[in-house]
C-alpha cells in the first residue's frame, strides 16, 4: 500500500498531517490525522478520496464499515442474492456474512463441501477432476464448479466457493499450505483467483473469507477484469 501511495502519503506529510497503517490480518486501515478544523477535514477527505481512486478493488470503506456490511448493503440495494460454497473456511464465510442483522434480505444458504463426495453430490463437481492428481480439489477448475452449481441449486444471483488448504498439514510441493483458490459465479459468468497464504490456518481461513468477500463486491461493482 505505501509503494502505490508514495506520492499521495508524501503530499499527506508535506502538509502537515500524520497518516499511520493499522494492520490486522487480512485488512489494513489508514487513518490521516491533525487538528479538528473544518479545513483540515475538508482536506483530509480529499485525500483519502484520492487513496480510493487509487485503489478501487481494495478500498472498501470508511470509519467503522465492515466488508460484510459493505457488500450486504451493495445486495440490498440491488435486490441482489449470494449463497456460499465452502470447503477450507467450513462455513465461515457464511457465518460472516451472516452476522450481519437482515442479511435474510440477500443471503439465500450456504454448502459445506469439505469433502470431494459432498463437491460432487451436493454441487456437482465432476469427479474425474476431483480424482485428478493434477487438478484435485484444491484448484480453478474445481472452484469454478463449486461456485456455478451452487448459485444455480440456490437461485442465486452469485454463488462464491472456497477450496484450500488452510494447514498446518495437507501441503504438497506443488500445492503448499496456504494455497486457496477463490472464485465468484454470477450473472456476467465466473470469476476466480488463487491466493498463496501463509502457514497458520487460523489466519488463512480468516484471509480467505476476507479475499472472498471482497472479490464478492468487486464483482458486484464490475471490477472484476
Known amino acids: ?24 490480518p487480512g485488512v489494513v486501515r489508514l487513518r490521516i490525522s491533525s487538528r479538528d478544523t473544518e479545513e483540515n477535514r475538508q482536506a483530509i477527505e480529499g485525500f483519502m478520496e484520492r487513496i480510493e481512486a487509487t485503489m478501487p478493488k481494495h478500498t472498501f470503506g470508511y470509519e467503522e464499515d465492515t466488508l460484510e456490511e459493505v457488500v450486504g448493503k451493495l445486495l440490498r440495494d440491488r435486490g441482489e442474492t449470494v449463497t456460499t460454497i465452502e470447503s477450507c473456511t467450513g462455513g465461515g464465510l457464511a457465518a460472516k456474512i451472516t452476522s450481519i442483522s437482515g442479511a435474510s434480505d440477500y443471503f439465500n444458504g450456504s454448502f459445506v463441501t469439505y469433502s470431494n463426495e459432498m463437491k460432487t453430490k451436493l454441487v456437482g463437481v465432476d469427479p474425474v477432476i476431483l480424482d485428478d492428481k493434477n487438478i484435485g480439489a484444491v484448484s480453478q477448475q474445481t472452484v469454478e464448479q463449486m461456485a456455478l452449481g451452487g448459485r444455480d441449486r440456490l437461485n442465486a444471483t452469485y454463488g462464491v466457493a472456497v477450496s484450500g488448504i488452510a494447514g498446518p498439514t495437507g501441503g504438497t510441493d506443488t500445492k503448499p499450505v496456504g494455497t486457496v483458490w477463490i472464485a465468484v459465479a ?40
Open 186 to 225: 454470477g450473472p456476467n459468468g465466473v470469476f476466480s483467483r488463487k491466493c498463496l497464504f501463509e502457514n497458520d490456518r487460523e489466519r488463512n481461513i480468516r484471509r480467505s473469507i476476507l479475499t472472498a468477500l471482497n472479490l464478492l463486491r468487486c464483482e458486484i461493482l464490475g471490477l472484476n477484469q
Open 1 to 24: 500500500i505505501a509503494a502505490r501511495i508514495e506520492g499521495i502519503e508524501n503530499e499527506v506529510r508535506a502538509a502537515g498531517y500524520a497518516l499511520a497503517y493499522l494492520p490486522s
